[in-house]
């Protein structure tokens, strides 16, 4: 099956078989290994990417369902030369990192909470990143990370 999409800000094609999944086409087709497989059956949230802006789980999808969509990892999610987003920044900032392995699926699934919802409290975020564990942090901090975004940049009044 031949698919054309966008793939972080650029238009791309891929030829793949018809059982392929989203993750599969993404790490193994253009090499995007920020895209983690852990549980590879929609449990841990790690293959978390963005498809139309919506979260979703990469391993659940198949690949031919963004055939003319648009797809975001967290490959695309940084500026030029190497700048980080502001979600990733807080990460660091945070201490909101250890292996890293779950990381790149919370941001991804962070950055689409706060796109629905610019100013949650941290019950909405815990709430809204209840799909993506980590065996690492104890969450604390990647609220911490999370919930600063909103009062560090956005327009809510939070941070003011
Ligand atoms: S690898 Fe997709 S949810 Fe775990
Ligand atoms: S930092 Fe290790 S799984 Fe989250």
Not at 68 to 75: A, L, S
């Amino acid at each position: 099956m031949k698919l054309s999409f966008q793939l972080n800000g650029d238009a791309v094609t891929a030829e793949v078989p018809d059982h392929t999944t989203l993750l599969e086409m993404l790490r193994d087709e253009f090499e995007l290994l920020g895209v983690k497989e852990g549980c590879g059956h929609g449990e841990c949230g790690s293959c978390t990417v963005l498809v139309d802006q919506k979260s979703v789980n990469s391993c659940l999808m198949l690949a031919a369902y963004v055939n003319g969509k648009n797809v975001q990892t967290i490959e695309g999610l940084g500026g030029a030369q190497g700048r980080l987003d502001p979600l990733q920044e807080a990460f660091v900032k945070h201490g909101a990192v250890q292996c890293g392995f779950c990381t790149p699926g919370m941001v991804m699934s962070a950055k689409a909470l706060l796109a629905e919802n610019p100013s949650p409290s941290r019950d909405e975020i815990r709430w809204g990143m209840a799909g993506n564990l980590c065996r690492c942090t104890g969450y604390v901090k990647i609220v911490d990370a999370i919930e600063s975004v909103c009062k560090g940049g956005c327009s809510c009044g939070k941070g003011s």
